[in-house]
């Protein structure tokens, strides 16, 4: 089954069954709706767990259904929503790129953090930049949005939007919990291994070149909901 249909769309099946199943569970009031939703947690489990075969921190599908429960709220708090995180394609005097090499993977990537309460979007984008590589930036404008689940870079739904951000001050100082090293590149000098470059690149080295293109997102699948299985 995972070979035939791929583990991100059985992640992305999982997920959006236990959306649906959490959701409905923080509004109904009818005991038969909520025996349905928690037998549609179990099926998202089972999914879940099958998608997370051979991961050493898999949980099989109790587990998962008892993880989701634990997130249950009742009322508009419940209704569930992917996380939101924030990206800063960071540009210098020079029309370099910064870049840092995160500490947990090694592949190296634009500075990126989840959005924290009680900031702005662009807020957070200038606090993560300066905590993690001691740059202080200025965002320009938005560049991007994508659904990280969708491109299996997530195992859990995650929008990310990129922002275009201009260095104000600061000198590079990568954190060492967050890097383990970073730098300024071009196109041409860009370090290995990169994370993802295929799909943001050309819209972050045209902006950084002073090209104005539109906001750049996830091509609408035919049908919406199944897509293809590429």
Same mark, same amino acid.
């Not at 002073?210 to 035919?222: H, I, P």
């Given at each position: 089954? %995972?070979?035939? !249909?791929?583990?991100?769309?059985? $992640?992305?099946?999982?997920?959006? $069954? ?15 709706? @909520? ?23 898999? $949980? ?13 709220? *009742?009322?508009?708090?419940?209704? !569930? ?25 090694? !592949?190296?990537?634009?500075? %990126?953090?989840?959005?924290? =309460? ?5 807020? =957070? &984008? &200038? ?5 993690? %590589?001691?740059?202080? =930036?200025?965002?320009? @404008? ?5 659904? %990280? #689940? ?7 739904? #995650? ?16 954190? *060492? ?19 993802? &470059? ?5 819209? !972050? ?9 539109? &906001? ?15």
């Amino acid at each position: 089954m %995972t070979d035939s !249909v791929g583990e991100r769309h059985l $992640l992305r099946w999982a997920e959006s $069954l236990a959306a649906i199943a959490r959701t409905g569970l923080a509004f109904t009031e009818s005991q038969y709706e @909520r025996e349905r939703f928690e037998e549609v947690l179990k099926v998202a489990g089972d999914i879940r767990a099958h998608a997370d075969a051979g991961a050493l921190d898999g $949980l099989d599908g109790e587990g998962h259904v008892a993880n989701w429960m634990g997130q249950v709220q *009742p009322g508009r708090a419940g209704y !569930v929503t992917p996380k939101v995180a924030v990206g800063a394609a960071v540009m210098n005097d020079k029309g370099e790129l910064l870049l840092i090499q995160r500490a947990d993977s090694g !592949v190296w990537l634009y500075p %990126t953090g989840y959005c924290d =309460v009680g900031y702005s979007a662009v807020e =957070v &984008v &200038v606090k993560e930049v300066e905590e993690e %590589t001691g740059i202080e =930036v200025e965002p320009i @404008r938005l560049l991007g949005i994508l659904d %990280t #689940l969708r491109h299996g870079t997530s195992r859990m739904p #995650l929008y990310s939007m990129l922002f275009l951000c201009r260095q104000i001050g600061g000198e590079l100082n990568p954190h *060492p919990l967050e890097c383990s090293d970073a730098g300024w590149f071009t196109r041409e000098t860009l370090p290995s291994p990169i994370f993802g &470059v295929e799909r943001w690149g050309d819209d !972050v080295f045209a902006a950084l070149a002073g090209e104005k293109r539109d &906001v750049f997102y996830d091509d609408l699948r035919s049908p919406i909901w199944r897509g293809d299985f590429s």
